[in-house]
Structures are given as C-alpha cells and as structure tokens.
C-alpha cells in the first residue's frame, strides 16, 4: 500500500472536520484468494474456520447464556428493509433500496463485538482445552459441554483476559470471558460509559479506569498482560482472531441476502456502510463480502469527523501511522466506539485492495439520524452505531459520489441497488441515557 495523495478538497474537509468522502484508488475488482495481512495471509478458508468455531461453541454458548437458548447458541442478527428512512436519508425513487444490518441487537454484548470478541475469547479457551487435553482435536459441539465442566472451568480460572477499549469490547470480552470461568480485565478508557463500567463489575470483571485515550488504555493493557505468563491479552489494534470472528459475519449475510431474494451482480450493486473506530470490525467483516460477494459488493467505513483515522491510514499509506492529533483533531466525539485516534496496522493493509471509500459524519448528525431511526423502525442504536447512515447520501448527493458511481458504471444501475446499513450497538443502552440522546437528537432537528 502506497500513500495516495489526497483529492485537495478531501485534505481540506479532514482538516476542518467537516464531512467528507474518500474514494479509494487502490481498490481492484478481483483481489486473489489470499491476501497479505500482518505478515501472513489469509483467505477464506479463515473466514469458515471462524464460522466453525463458533458452530462447535454453539451448545455450550447455548448452555451459558440464557439469551441463546432460543437460537441454540448461535449469536446473529437480522436484515431488515427500511423503506420508511429513504426520504429522512435523501435517498430518491430510482436509487436503491435501504435495508438494515442489525448488529446493535446481538445478544450477549449489545455490539458488534458480539462477533470478535466472542471469538477471540473461544479461540483462546479452545486452545487451552486441546493442549490441556479436556476436548480433542476432532472434538464436536457435543464435546464441548464439557468446557462447562469443574475441570475446564479450574483450568479456565488460572487464566485471565486482558483487553484495552472504549467500552464495547471490554464489555464483550469481559461478559465472554466470565462467563467461561476466564479472571478477566478489562482496561478502559476516558470514553467508556459508566453503565459499561458496571454492568461488567456486576460480573466479577476487574475495571481498571484509565485517564487516557483509547490508544493509552490499550498500551497499559498490553504491558500489564506481557507480565502474566497466564493471561492473554486481546489486542485490539493487532489480532487476527478478532478480525477473523468479525468477518464470519459474512457467511450468515449472505444467506439472509439469498433469503431475501437480493441479487449482487454487475447490475445489482450492494453497498455496505461501516461505522469504523479501529478498523478491525468494519475490515474483518469487508473482507468475509469482498470473499463471498465478489467484485460487485462496495464496503464504505463511517467515522466521526474528529476521529478519521482509518481514512487518515489509507491516504498515509504502509510505512506511516498518523494520528488524528497530527491532523489538528481532538478525537472528542459522543460516538464513544469510534473515539480511536489511530488505526490498525493490519485493518489498513487488508483494506487497501478491498475498500471502496470512507466518509465522515458530524456528531449532531449520529443524533438526529439516531432519531430518525427511532421514528422510522422503533430501533434503539447508540450514536456510534449511526455513522452508517450518512452513506447513501454520500454517493448519491455529493459531486465526488456521483463522479464515482459514474465512473464505476454504477449510475445506471442504482435503481436494482441495494444499500445495507450496519448498525452496530445499542442493546444494552440504559433507558435513561436512550433518552439523553433522542433529547439531543430532538433539539438538534
Ligand atoms: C467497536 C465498534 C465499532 C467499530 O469497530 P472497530 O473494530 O473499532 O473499527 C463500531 N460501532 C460500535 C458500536 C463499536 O462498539
């Protein structure tokens, strides 16, 4: 990956932190079956290995969470249409249908780190249980109860969890990791919400506060568990495992599309708008559809116009690692998953080929869109999980996406397109802070 200057309109806009779309130069439309990420490289056969992890888990997830009796373990989402927000989005007749991709109600950690975080923490506990000899190798879900066992979960209580974030994945991780019989820690930053803070202290999760960013909380995560020859820490900003649960999502959004009857071909393009704080979610989950969907499926990530540093890495290219404090921005947003000052490394590097473009969004837009979509579906998302909305307007109503969907032969075929919105937390948001946010969204309107 290159550094590829910045359109000037782009440079200026990022600088003002005012909103703006990045197309991606470098992006191709076949990529090879395997593609380099961190040294390694990975393929789809990565993804499914993800899918089945999570399939072999599934009875005990079911035997753990009371929320998954239901699904018998499996921890997914639903795609819905959402025809009554194309007038609030700015989306005409003869542009595309909107639907939603509905991660703010997984179930275990309200979030998207549902997906990650769950299955980093599995990876890690399957490990275990193969090298202390609790389950072979050619072990099947039934055989996984027994991590549920006294033996397994004595094993599993001389190990920790250690993890830095923002909130969401401290949540995931800490309610994944107690849950299993894991001492956790979960390390957060000035952004993180004190009802997160709780709910984990509620299940024995050791909190510890840090006064600094996200990257802080992190960094002292790291150096805390690189001491502790039984803990494991999750890395946020480096961890393929995490990337990999993420992007199994992809397998299940295709079959919801096949459901649906969706078509994703040259004359029926999908695009998927991301919220992107460290990159990790919105890249595992580009690179399981660029896999699955082909050339035809266009993944764009949101972030906050103070927080852009995931569009900041792409323009910088390998080699380089700025900071949105090098841009003159102050990584202040309400949109607390995407309070990341800088990217992962290897989100990037993977990106580089499989990305379309990134966009950002002001924060009073996160809370008036919050609230169209309260109005329009009854759904209750957190500001972060808003960031997607801002993107069928992007490529349809600005002069840089209408260039774009031009000269990718796109316009023509807008009306047979479909636009998918990830939404990507809000579960678990307390009624009383829920409301905080209509109020703001409301006043703003
Ligand atoms: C973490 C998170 C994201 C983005 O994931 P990254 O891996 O940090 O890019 C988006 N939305 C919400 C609600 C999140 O918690």
Redesign the pocket.
């Known amino acids: 990956m290159n550094a590829t200057p910045a359109p000037a309109g782009v440079a200026a806009l990022l600088r003002r932190a005012e909103p703006c779309l990045w197309l991606n130069p470098q992006r191709q439309a076949v990529v090879p079956a395997l593609l380099p990420v961190a040294g390694s490289r990975i393929g789809l056969a990565d993804t499914q290995a993800a899918a089945a992890r999570f399939e072999r888990f599934a009875p005990l997830l079911a035997r753990l969470f009371p929320e998954l009796q239901d699904t018998d373990g499996v921890i997914e989402s639903p795609l819905a249409p959402a025809p009554a927000l194309h007038a609030a989005l700015g989306l005409q007749a003869g542009q595309g249908r909107l639907w939603i991709k509905a991660d703010?109600l997984l179930p275990v950690a309200g979030?998207?780190?549902a997906r990650?975080g769950m299955h980093e923490v599995l990876e890690f506990a399957e490990r275990l249980a193969v090298q202390h000899g609790l389950i072979g190798v050619q072990a099947g879900p039934a055989d996984y109860l027994a991590l549920a066992d006294p033996a397994a979960r004595a094993l599993f209580a001389r190990h920790t969890v250690a993890v830095g974030s923002?909130?969401?994945?401290g949540l995931s991780i800490g309610v994944a990791a107690a849950a299993l019989g894991f001492a956790a820690a979960v390390h957060m930053s000035l952004e993180a919400k004190e009802w997160k803070k709780q709910r984990l202290r509620q299940r024995g999760v050791q909190v510890v506060e840090h006064a600094g960013d996200y990257e802080a909380a992190v960094a002292a995560g790291r150096a805390q568990a690189a001491q502790d020859p039984f803990s494991h820490f999750v890395d946020?900003e480096r961890s393929l495992s995490?990337l990999l649960g993420?992007s199994a999502a992809a397998l299940h959004l295709r079959q919801q599309l096949q459901g649906a009857g969706i078509a994703v071909d040259a004359t029926h393009p999908l695009f998927v708008y991301?919220?992107?704080?460290?990159?990790?979610?919105?890249?595992g989950i580009s690179f399981g559809l660029r896999q699955v969907l082909g050339p035809h499926v266009h993944c764009f990530f949101a972030e906050p116009v103070q927080s852009p540093c995931?569009l900041l890495q792409m323009l910088a290219g390998q080699g380089q690692h700025p900071s949105v404090y090098d841009w003159g921005l102050t990584n202040q947003t309400e949109?607390?998953?995407?309070a990341?000052p800088r990217a992962?490394l290897p989100?990037a590097e993977l990106m580089a080929p499989l990305l379309s473009g990134c966009f950002t969004v002001r924060d009073d837009t996160l809370f008036r869109q919050l609230v169209q979509v309260l109005e329009a579906t009854g759904e209750r998302i957190?500001p972060?999980?808003a960031?997607g909305f801002g993107g069928p307007a992007m490529l349809t109503q600005t002069e840089a996406g209408r260039a774009w969907l031009a000269a990718q032969g796109l316009q023509s075929h807008l009306a047979q397109a479909t636009h998918v919105v990830w939404t990507?937390?809000?579960l678990f948001v307390p009624p009383a802070e829920f409301e905080r946010f209509v109020q703001r969204g409301r006043a703003l309107a």
């Open positions: 703010h979030s998207i780190k990650g923002t909130g969401n994945l946020d995490l993420y991301l919220p992107c704080g460290v990159g990790g979610a919105p890249a995931f949109a607390d998953g995407l990341v992962s989100a957190e972060s999980a960031a990507t937390g809000g």
